[in-house]
């Protein structure tokens, strides 16, 4: 109980080696892990200030807890693409118990996009080839960094829901459901077919032109109906008979 407990699994050549450490929650105070320093660098270098001796606890290369520490780099130019930027770097070098220091400069554009990372000692650099959508508050405009062609264009459709095959699917069940509420209203309601069948009978001896007006023009007093509805049928039958 208050521990935590890290699996550190290990690939090489002549196979796979799985580590455990445990360390106490009271030591752990202050500790950033790789992907929290990663969220405090960009958020260091959209404000192009970091607090002199900041110092927090992280991992180093053979999983013992050390000070990790971060120092501004200050602003500089870099080429992405065809476009030549502002970029502000900041420095982390993570102390170690039995090997020498680890550092890495890493900048990052105005927005927070990492824009190269080195170790020093290292003959690697990752670069940024090419300038992303950029964030709010970073760079004023993206269309300097962007050529028209560039910017995505999506055209309109019209919806077929029938060639659908989710849409048609919700469809039918939604037809299915609807149908069930009805036959189940008018099961409970038996009082419905009578009144339908007179009805019915009434539009074959009228033959009106417009059904629906004729339907609005005699409308049957639905209170009654519920209360009686045999009788109102008969009286309406009869009220309407020539």
Same mark, same amino acid.
Request: hydrophobic content about 40%; proline content about 4%; some cysteine.
């Given at each position: ?19 455990t450490h445990t360390f106490p929650l009271s030591s752990l105070k202050g500790f950033?892990?790789?992907?929290? #320093? ?6 260091? *270098? ?6 002199? #001796?900041?110092? !927090?606890?992280?991992?180093? *290369? ?9 120092? *501004? ?36 554009? *105005? ?24 964030? #709010? ?33 919700? !469809? ?29 009978? !009434? ?10 007006? !004729? ?12 209360? #009686?509805?045999?009788?109102?049928l008969k009286t309406f039958h009869r009220n309407n008979k020539h």
């Open positions: 109980d208050d521990q935590l407990v890290l699996n550190r699994i290990i690939s090489e050549k002549e196979g796979v080696k799985t580590q950033v892990s790789d992907a929290s #320093n990663l969220m405090i660098l960009r958020i260091l *270098a959209r404000q192009k200030s970091v607090t002199e #001796n900041m110092t !927090f606890l992280s991992f180093d *290369a053979d999983t013992a807890l050390s000070k990790s520490v971060y120092r *501004a780099l200050g602003s500089k130019k870099q080429m992405i693409g065809e476009e030549l930027v502002d970029i502000f770097g900041i420095e982390r070098t993570v102390s170690s118990s039995k090997d020498s220091s680890g550092t890495w400069h890493c900048y990052f554009l *105005a927005d927070g996009h990492l824009a190269s990372r080195v170790q020093l000692g290292s003959t690697v650099i990752m670069k940024l080839q090419h300038l992303p959508f950029l964030l #709010n508050g970073g760079l004023k405009t993206l269309t300097l960094y962007m050529e028209k062609d560039q910017t995505p264009v999506f055209e309109k459709k019209p919806l077929i829901w029938e060639e659908d095959m989710e849409l048609y699917s919700k !469809f039918l069940d939604r037809k299915e459901e609807l149908k069930a509420d009805y036959s189940s209203y008018i099961r409970q309601h038996p009082e419905i077919k009578a009144l339908l069948g007179d009805f019915l009978q !009434f539009l074959l001896l009228r033959k009106p032109q417009d059904v629906f007006s !004729f339907a609005s023009l005699h409308p049957l007093p639905l209170k009654v109906l519920q209360e #009686n509805p045999l009788k109102t």
